[in-house]
C-alpha cells in the first residue's frame, strides 16, 4: 500500500522559512516523479512544484517560483520542500502527492498523502 | 501557463440523476486530462485518466470524454458517495492546472 505522510508544517512569521517532508513508502520510490499540491482550507486545489524521478527535470508553479525548492533524496525515499520568504498568501495545507509515472507531466496525481497544515502569519 | 476553466461551480443533484461536469482548457491539451474527486476533510482521488480511462477501482458510472479543449465527466446515475467536489487537472505541459472545481450537493 503507498503511503505518503508529510510532516513540517506549522505556524511562521511572514518571511521566514520552513521546510516540509514527505516519508514515501509502498512503492519504489526512485522510479515515479512526485509534487506538492497545496489547498487553502475550503478552496480549491494549486500544484506547487513537481520533480522527476532523477531530479534532473523540476519546475514551479508561478507563484512560489524563485522562492520554493523541491527536492528528493531517492536513498531515503524522502521528498522535501523548502519554503523561503513565505507570505500569507502561502498559507494553505500543502499534499505530497505521487506522480503515475517517471515524469511529473503526461500522467496523474496517482496517490496523495494527508497533507500537513502551514500557517504564515505574524 | 494552460487555464483550466470547469463549470457549474456546483450542483444540486438527487441520488439517480445524471449528472454532467465539464472542463475547458484556455489551449489545446490533447487528451493529457484527469478528473479527481475530494471528499470533505480527504485527500483528492482520481477518478479518469488520459480524459477517457477510468482508474482502477472507480465505479464504471463515471465516465469522461473529450480531447483538446473541451471535457466532460459524467456520472450516469448518482450515488449518495457521489457528493463531494470534483476536479479537473492538465497534465499536457507545466505547470500543472487545476480547474475550480464543482461541488456536487444533494437535492
Known amino acids: 500500500e503507498v503511503q505518503l505522510v508529510e510532516s513540517g508544517g506549522g505556524l511562521v512569521q511572514p518571511g521566514r522559512s520552513l521546510r516540509l517532508s514527505c516519508a514515501a513508502s509502498?512503492?519504489?520510490?526512485?522510479?515515479?516523479?512526485m509534487h506538492w499540491v497545496r489547498q487553502v482550507p475550503g478552496k480549491g486545489l494549486e500544484w506547487v512544484a513537481g520533480?522527476?524521478?532523477?531530479?534532473?527535470?523540476?519546475d514551479y508553479a508561478d507563484s512560489v517560483k524563485g522562492r520554493f525548492i523541491i527536492s528528493r533524496d531517492n536513498a531515503k525515499n524522502s521528498l522535501f520542500l523548502h519554503m523561503n520568504s513565505l507570505r500569507s498568501e502561502d498559507t494553505a495545507l500543502y499534499y505530497c502527492?505521487?506522480?503515475?509515472?517517471?515524469?511529473?507531466?503526461?500522467?496523474?496525481?496517482?496517490?496523495w498523502g494527508q497533507g500537513t497544515l502551514v500557517t504564515v502569519s505574524s | 501557463d494552460i487555464q483550466m476553466t470547469q463549470s457549474p461551480s456546483s450542483v444540486s443533484a438527487s441520488v439517480g440523476d445524471r449528472v454532467t461536469i465539464t472542463c475547458r482548457a484556455s489551449?489545446?491539451?490533447?487528451?493529457?486530462l484527469v478528473w479527481y474527486q475530494q471528499k470533505p476533510g480527504k485527500a483528492p482521488k482520481v477518478l479518469i485518466h488520459?480524459?477517457?480511462s477510468l482508474q482502477s477501482g472507480v465505479p464504471s458510472r463515471f465516465s469522461g470524454s473529450g480531447s483538446g479543449t473541451d471535457f466532460t465527466l459524467t456520472i450516469s446515475s448518482l450515488q449518495p458517495e457521489d457528493f463531494a467536489t470534483y476536479y479537473c487537472?492538465?497534465?499536457?505541459?507545466?505547470?500543472?492546472?487545476f480547474g475550480g472545481g464543482t461541488k456536487v450537493e444533494i437535492k
Open positions: 489551449q489545446g491539451v490533447s487528451s493529457w
Open positions: 502527492a505521487k506522480s503515475d509515472n517517471w515524469n511529473f507531466v503526461g500522467g496523474s496525481i496517482d496517490n
Open positions: 487537472q492538465q497534465a499536457n505541459s507545466s505547470p500543472l492546472t
Open positions: 509502498g512503492f519504489t520510490f526512485d522510479d515515479y516523479a
Open positions: 520533480i522527476t524521478w532523477n531530479s534532473v527535470k523540476i
Open positions: 488520459s480524459a477517457s
